[in-house]
Nanobody, 112 residues
């Protein structure tokens, strides 16, 4: 099983919503979501610390909510009021014993 598996991406119209989910293998703690648009560097979208403190990129503040489901060991990202500039591949990142793991990503496309 892959260490992290993202799901929930897709095509949505501007103003729509999507919920991304990241399923983490046992022993791995999923900690955040990043995204990479064509021709751009990978950038942080949101992350959550062990203390529950959430950090959001300025570009998504007020539109996204990150939550961890401890029972299912998943990390969810609810995205609302989506814009075409949100179009990107969204990656989940996790950690185990100081080693970072990345998922393969899920494509989010927002049409105008």
């Amino acid at each position: 099983q892959a260490p992290l598996v993202e799901s929930g991406g897709g095509l949505v119209q501007s103003g729509g919503s999507l919920k991304l989910s990241c399923a983490a293998s046992r022993g791995i703690s999923a900690t955040g979501w990043y995204r990479q648009a064509p021709g751009r560097r990978r950038e942080l979208v949101a992350k959550i610390g062990d203390d529950g403190v959430r950090v959001y990129a300025d570009a998504v503040k007020g539109r996204c909510t990150i939550d961890r489901d401890i029972v299912r060991n998943t990390l969810n990202l609810q995205m609302n009021s989506l814009k075409p500039v949100d179009t990107a591949i969204y990656y989940c990142v996790g950690n185990q014993s100081g080693r970072d793991f990345w998922g393969l990503g899920t494509q989010v496309t927002v049409s105008s």
